[in-house]
C-alpha cells in the first residue's frame, strides 16, 4: 500500500487561556493518500482549524506527532522544517492578500522568499494566473477584485512552490453558492491534473459533497469517524455524522405511537421510486417525516425517515418488503438522531 502523504500519530494540541489550560484536539490519527481530495467537517468549535494548523506546525502540537512523506516534522531542524513547508500551500476563508502589491506580486511573493530568481519567479505567477483563470487581471490590485477572483489569486499563490499538498481552512465560507461552486470546481481540476493533494478544512457538507474522495468528522475535538463520502453519507455511524448529514430538521421530528425507521439509499439507480414502489407493493400509506438523498452519478445516495402504519401488521408488510427487494433501514427512536 502507498504511504500516505501526510499521516497524523496520536495527535493533541492544548492551549493555555487566562481560564485555565484548553484542549482543542485529542488523540487525532489520520492517514492522508498522495493524490485524494481530503475532507475534515466539524461544527464551529471542534477543532478543524487547528488540525490543519497542526499539519503544517503553523500550530505546534502538544502532543503526538505529523508525518510527512514518512518523516516527522517535529524531529526536522528549523531549515527542514521551511523547505517542508514549501511543500504544503494554504488557502484561508479570507485570502490573505497583500493590499499594497498588485495580483501578479502577490503570487511572486512565496517565490521571493525562496530566493527564486526575479525573472523566473515572475514568469512561474504568470502561469499561474492563466491556470486560475487570471492572466489578465496581473497589474490588477486586491481591492479591485470580487471575492472569488480573491481566492484564485489566493490558489495562484498557494501553487507557487509546487506544493505536493493544499491546505483549504473554510476557502469557501466567505463566497456565494455560485462562486464556491467554481472554486471547487478549480480545486478539483488542479487536483487532477497536477495531482496535488487537497485537503479541506469546511463546516458544509455541500463542500465535502462536491469535491473530497474520503471525509474525517471531528467532534468535540476527537475524530467520530472516517470514510468514503459515498459511504458516510448513506449510513453515517456517528451521532455528529447523523446531525451534519440530515441536518437540524431530523432532531425536530415528533414521534408519535407508530415506529419509524431510517431507509437508507447506498447506491440504487435514482430514478427507483423506492417509497412509490412500497406504497403500492403494500397497499399501505407512509409518511416521509425527513428525506436527504442526492444524485451521485445517478446512484441515490442518503437517509429518509419514515412512520410506518400503527396498525402492526401493515407496518410489519412494509418492513418485509423492504427486506425483500434488499434495502437497508434500521428502526430509529429519538435517541438516535
Known amino acids: 500500500m502507498e504511504q500516505p502523504i501526510i499521516q497524523i500519530k496520536g495527535l493533541g494540541k492544548e492551549f493555555q487561556t487566562t481560564e485555565g489550560k484548553v484542549r482543542a484536539l485529542e488523540d487525532i490519527n489520520l492517514e492522508i493518500r498522495p493524490g485524494e481530495v481530503f475532507g475534515i467537517i466539524g461544527l464551529s468549535g471542534a477543532g478543524k482549524s487547528t488540525l490543519v494548523r497542526c499539519m503544517n506546525f503553523l500550530e505546534v502540537p502538544t502532543e503526538g506527532e505529523v508525518l510527512f512523506e514518512g518523516e516527522s516534522l517535529g ?25 499594497q502589491r498588485n495580483v501578479l506580486r502577490n503570487v511572486c511573493f512565496p517565490l521571493e522568499l525562496g530566493d527564486t530568481p526575479r525573472d523566473e519567479g515572475r514568469k512561474r505567477a504568470m502561469e499561474l494566473l492563466k491556470t486560475v483563470g487570471l ?42 453558492p455560485n462562486t464556491t461552486k467554481s472554486i471547487l470546481s478549480l480545486l478539483k ?23 473530497c474522495d474520503r471525509v474525517a468528522i471531528i467532534d468535540k475535538s476527537r475524530i467520530a469517524e472516517v470514510g468514503k463520502v459515498s459511504e458516510i453519507f448513506s449510513e453515517p455511524k456517528s451521532k455528529i455524522g447523523r446531525q451534519l448529514i440530515l441536518g437540524d430538521a431530523a432532531r425536530q421530528v415528533k414521534f408519535g405511537d407508530s415506529r419509524q425507521i431510517r431507509i437508507i439509499f447506498d447506491g ?12 403500492l407493493a403494500c397497499k399501505t400509506p407512509v409518511n416521509i ?23 402492526k401488521t401493515e407496518a410489519d408488510r412494509a418492513l418485509r418488503y423492504l427486506e425483500t427487494v434488499k434495502i437497508p433501514y434500521e428502526e430509529v427512536t429519538e435517541h438516535d438522531l
Open 289 to 311: 417525516m425527513y428525506a436527504q438523498t442526492r444524485d451521485v452519478g445517478g446512484t441515490a445516495m442518503g437517509q429518509m425517515i419514515v412512520q410506518l402504519p400503527a396498525d
Open 75 to 99: 524531529n526536522m531542524s528549523p531549515a527542514r522544517l521551511r523547505k517542508t513547508r514549501q511543500s504544503m500551500g494554504m488557502i484561508f476563508q479570507q485570502f490573505n492578500l497583500l493590499a
Open 268 to 279: 440504487r439507480e435514482s430514478t427507483e421510486p423506492v417509497i412509490s414502489n412500497m406504497v
Open 135 to 176: 492572466g489578465d487581471k496581473a497589474g490588477a490590485y486586491p481591492a479591485q477584485l470580487s471575492g472569488g477572483q480573491k481566492q484564485r489569486v489566493a490558489i495562484a499563490r498557494a501553487l507557487a512552490t509546487s506544493p505536493k499538498v493544499i491546505l483549504c481552512d473554510e476557502a469557501t465560507s466567505a463566497l456565494d
Open 189 to 211: 481540476e488542479i487536483n487532477k491534473t497536477m495531482g496535488v493533494t487537497v485537503i479541506v478544512i469546511t463546516h458544509e457538507m455541500a463542500v465535502i459533497e462536491a469535491i
